[in-house]
Each structure stands twice: as structure tokens, then as C-alpha cells.
């Protein structure tokens, strides 16, 4: 008898859900992450008394109740609505394209207005079918917010032209045609009140958990302790990169702790202009109207992907996706791992649908081997 029944591979909120299901029901669970800490992109450090993230602004937003009332049985959720603003040459433009965008970069007022002047420059632009991610948010916002607030932003994000990456990359891009700055439309939205590290501790309470263990450099050791293995790892480094490496961005943090109470005044303020290397600062401490009298700001560097960095978001081109189906293939024939989460999936999840998507995957799973 092996000593537990599934090991999980990965901290994060795919392999912290799937545990903490299992565990509810009886099953011994070991959850191991190559990290020295658990928790994944979500973990937060505490400065001066501010959560930072120390991965990037996670914001949790959801229309799906069940996942809402899921994750606030666990740590309740505060009242944080993200309200993203955008710098250009010298002027601040509201985030996302909403009525007082249009009236910062147009002084107009009139919804009828902004739509007229917006399909004039699509009809201008001559686009009827949407090639590529330029001729897409041309399509949908006109060529001045695109060249303004767009263009700059997304190059340096991707790190190729707009007219390489393709389309489907901004094909939500939301446009309002109301004086709303709410980023995201869904019914709910927050931050865990002290930090995602809590939901994170609660989640995998009463699991055993073990930092700083690689399962690929010590795979024949972990593969023997349990009847199945839940993997959320790189995909391809599962396969030893046989069919060849998948593509990502990476990203470099600048961090700084001010003696100031306030530096910017909002959370997250984007830079979209060429010429600034990074693409956004983060105020950590507006995540939780934090009254501190220091703040903590991180700037944020996009950066191609090279082994050994975090891989944050994965290049859903045509030659990586074409890759990714041979890894799937691969994945697909497997009777007792289950591959899921980000980079097993490789695919950019927000984290309502990372978690909606462990709770269904482990109910199947649970199913099939744990019957009655």
C-alpha cells in the first residue's frame, strides 16, 4: 500500500482545490511545491502591513455565485472594484474604454457621438475581417484609442508587433459606452480580507504540504508514494519537451517601499507609451484601502520567456497551440494523472475559472475512482 492516495503537484489554486476536495472526503493527500512557499501566483508578502502580490495584481471577479459563496466559505471576500487608469504622454485616460475615456481623449459627452466618431475611423481603416490584433482593436475602438492607449501597452506586453499576434488576444476588449471605470462586469468582485494567503491557508488545512520539492528532479521518487498524481505543471517539461518547448512571457518585478502614504492614488495605473519599459505600477495597499503611512509600488517588466523564469502568460499561437495538441495527445492517455491548471492546460485563466474548473474536474475524479 502506497503511503497516500493522490499527490498533487503544484500549490496553486487548481492543486489547492483539488486537495482540499479530496481531503474532505478521507483521501491522503500530499500537495509538494518546487517554491518555498504554497499558494502559487496568488502568494502574497507582508510589508510594513500591506499584502503585496508578490506575482502580479490577482483581483477575483466572478458571475458565478456557486464560486463566489465557494471561495468566501473560506475567507470573506472585501469590496475592492478594480478601476484601472491609463498614462499617456502626459495625460490620464480611464480604464476600461468607457465615457470618460472618450471625453478625455475627445471632449465629447454624447454616447450617439462617440459611436458615430469611432465607426468613421473603422470605416477609414477599412477593416472587414479582422486579421491580427491591430486590425482587431481598430475594428472594435477606432485608430486614436488604439494608437493612444493600445498599441504602445500591448508591444510591450507581447513583445512583437500587433500585427504578428493574433486577433483573438483582445477580441474582449471591453468598450462601455456609459461613464462606468469598473473594469469587470461580473456580479462579484473582491479581495480575501488579509490577503489571498489566508484563502490559500485554508484551503489546504489539515493537508500535508512540502516546499522547495521538485517532481520533475525527483520524479521517480514522488511518482511511487501515491495511487495518482494531479499535475499542474509546464505540460511540455512533464513530456521532457519531446515534441519541443512551449512559448510564454515572463515578467520582472520592481519593487519599492516608500516612506510616503500615498504614491499614485490608485492601484494599478498603466503606461502605454513605447518609450516606458514597463507597462504598469501597482499600489498594493489600495487592494485593501490600506491607511498606512508607508506604501509598497511594483513596476512591471515584460520579458521573453527562457527556462528557469516564471512562465505567466502562454503564446495561444497557431505553431504553440499545434504543439500543446501533441502534449494534450499525450496527457489524454493517461490513466492515473490528471494534468489541470494553468500551464498544464496552457491557457491564461482568470481565477474564478481556474477554481470552476478543479471543482469539476475533481467531482469527475472522485466519480470514477472513489465511487460507492
Known amino acids: ?26 483521501k491522503r493527500c500530499l500537495v509538494i511545491d518546487r517554491r518555498s512557499h504554497a499558494g502559487g501566483n496568488i502568494y502574497c508578502t507582508n510589508k510594513e502591513g500591506i499584502d503585496v502580490h508578490s506575482y502580479g495584481p490577482h483581483i477575483f471577479h466572478t458571475s458565478d455565485k456557486d464560486t463566489w459563496d465557494f471561495v468566501n466559505s473560506f475567507v470573506p471576500f472585501n469590496h475592492y472594484v478594480h478601476a484601472p487608469l491609463s498614462v499617456s504622454g502626459d495625460r490620464v485616460y480611464n480604464l476600461p474604454f468607457n465615457m470618460n475615456t472618450f471625453y478625455q481623449l475627445w471632449g465629447l459627452r454624447d454616447p450617439a457621438q462617440v459611436k458615430e466618431k469611432i465607426a468613421e475611423q473603422v470605416r477609414q481603416a477599412g477593416i472587414t ?17 488604439y494608437e493612444t492607449l493600445i498599441k504602445g501597452y500591448t508591444e510591450k506586453q507581447w513583445g512583437r508587433s500587433c500585427r504578428e499576434l493574433p486577433a483573438f488576444i483582445i477580441k474582449r476588449l471591453p468598450v462601455r459606452f456609459t461613464f462606468d471605470n469598473n473594469y469587470f462586469d461580473d456580479c462579484y468582485q473582491g479581495i480575501p480580507i488579509g490577503g489571498y494567503n489566508r484563502l490559500s491557508e485554508a484551503l489546504l488545512r489539515g493537508i500535508e504540504v512540502q516546499l522547495n520539492r521538485d517532481f520533475l528532479q525527483e520524479r521517480d521518487y514522488f511518482e511511487g508514494l501515491a495511487d495518482h498524481i494531479v499535475y499542474t505543471g509546464p505540460i511540455d517539461a512533464f513530456y521532457g519537451y519531446r515534441f519541443g518547448p512551449l512559448a ?18 490608485n492601484t494599478q495605473i498603466n503606461y502605454a507609451d513605447a518609450a516606458v519599459p514597463f507597462t504598469r505600477i501597482i499600489e498594493h495597499k489600495h487592494f485593501a484601502f490600506g491607511k498606512q503611512p508607508q506604501t509598497v509600488i511594483t513596476r512591471e517588466y515584460p520579458q521573453t520567456w527562457q527556462p528557469g523564469m516564471e512562465p505567466y502568460y502562454p503564446v495561444n499561437d497557431a505553431h504553440n497551440n499545434k504543439l500543446f495538441t501533441q502534449y494534450r495527445d499525450l496527457a489524454d492517455q493517461e490513466s ?9 492546460d496552457y491557457k491564461y485563466y482568470d481565477m474564478h475559472q481556474v477554481i470552476a474548473s478543479a471543482r469539476v474536474r475533481v467531482r469527475q475524479f472522485i466519480e470514477t475512482f472513489y465511487a460507492i
Do not use: C, K
Not at 475581417?129 to 484609442?145: H, K, W
Not at 515578467?251 to 516612506?259: A, I, N, Q
Open 1 to 26: 500500500m502506497r503511503p497516500y492516495d493522490v499527490l498533487i503537484v503544484g500549490s496553486g489554486l487548481y492543486g489547492s482545490v483539488f486537495a482540499q476536495a479530496l481531503h474532505r472526503i478521507g
Open 129 to 145: 475581417r479582422p486579421q491580427n490584433l491591430e486590425e482587431q482593436a481598430i475594428s472594435l475602438v477606432g485608430t486614436d484609442i
Open 248 to 265: 510564454y512571457r515572463s515578467l520582472r518585478f520592481e519593487e519599492e517601499l516608500l516612506p510616503i502614504e500615498n504614491y499614485q492614488g
Open 336 to 344: 492515473h494523472i490528471v494534468f489541470g491548471g494553468r500551464l498544464a
